[in-house]
């Protein structure tokens, strides 16, 4: 059974940063592209960034462009988003997303 659990939300000032984690199991961990996506109540979801299944490729939505890093540990099964100059905008459930699958999320919410 693929699993999926994110870690790391929590509540952060603007300008703040957060490490997200996404704990992975059930799959061959290090043969999947991976996603961070997240989503805004009552909005839809929106893409934050990819990460190659071997972790040398990256991209990113272009607000986020030079303030999240996306990154992964094969050898530890787990995936990392790091957010850096946090802006209230950024307030939202963040999820990982591989395998067909998707985790519980985790509530970032950036106060001003």
């Known amino acids: 059974e693929v699993q999926l659990v994110e870690s790391g939300g929590g509540l952060v000032q603007v300008g703040g940063s957060l490490r997200l984690s996404c704990a992975a199991s059930?799959?061959?961990?290090?043969?999947?592209?991976m996603h961070w996506v997240r989503q805004a109540p009552g909005k839809g979801l929106e893409w934050v960034s990819f990460i190659r299944w071997s972790g040398d490729k990256a991209y990113y939505a272009e607000s986020m462009k030079g303030r999240f890093t996306i990154y992964r540990d094969n050898a530890k099964n787990t995936l990392y988003l790091q957010m850096n100059s946090l802006k209230p905008e950024d307030t939202d459930v963040y999820y990982c997303?591989?395998?067909?699958?998707w985790g519980q999320g985790t509530q970032v919410t950036v106060s001003s």
């Open positions: 997303n591989a395998a067909g699958s």
């Open positions: 059930g799959f061959r961990f290090d043969g999947h592209d």
